[in-house]
Nanobody
Framework: QVQLVESGGGLVQPGGALRISCTAS??????????MSWHRQISGKERELVAS??????FTKYSDSVKGRFTISRDKNTIYLQMNSLKPEDTAVYFC?????????????????WGQGTQVTVSS
């Protein structure tokens, strides 16, 4: 079972920076994580995609609200989100998500797993 654990959230002042990380455990040789991403949920709103990273070619994608300020990076089964020039409206619970598949040779099974979330608060 693939499990995701986020860390690094906290309180930061407007204009400040913070890096959060997410590590996937339970990865066996027949498991491929082809996409890992960060999402956030602001209180009272739906969860939204912040940034994603595809394992082939390092393709990344960002939401318009964070483009130029946030950077997603990946090191094997860990993804990071470097957040710069933070604004109060970035305050949210940040979740990581992993999309992958288990290779059973004659078949495969796709999965989508979420972490438990980490709180990021931007306030003076």
């Amino acid at each position: 079972q693939v499990q995701l654990v986020e860390s690094g959230g906290g309180l930061v002042q407007p204009g400040g920076a913070l890096r959060i990380s997410c590590t996937a455990s339970g990865i066996t040789p027949n498991i491929v994580l082809y996409d890992m991403s960060w999402h956030r949920q602001i209180s009272g709103k739906e969860r939204e995609l912040v940034a994603s990273s595809h394992h082939r070619g390092g393709f990344t994608k960002y939401s318009d609200s964070v483009k130029g300020r946030f950077t997603i990076s990946r090191d094997k089964n860990t993804i990071y989100l470097q957040m710069n020039s933070l604004k109060p409206e970035d305050t949210a619970v940040y979740f990581c998500k992993a999309n992958g598949y288990i290779d059973y040779e004659v078949s495969y099974k796709q999965f989508e797993n979420w972490g438990q979330g980490t709180q990021v608060t931007v306030s003076s």
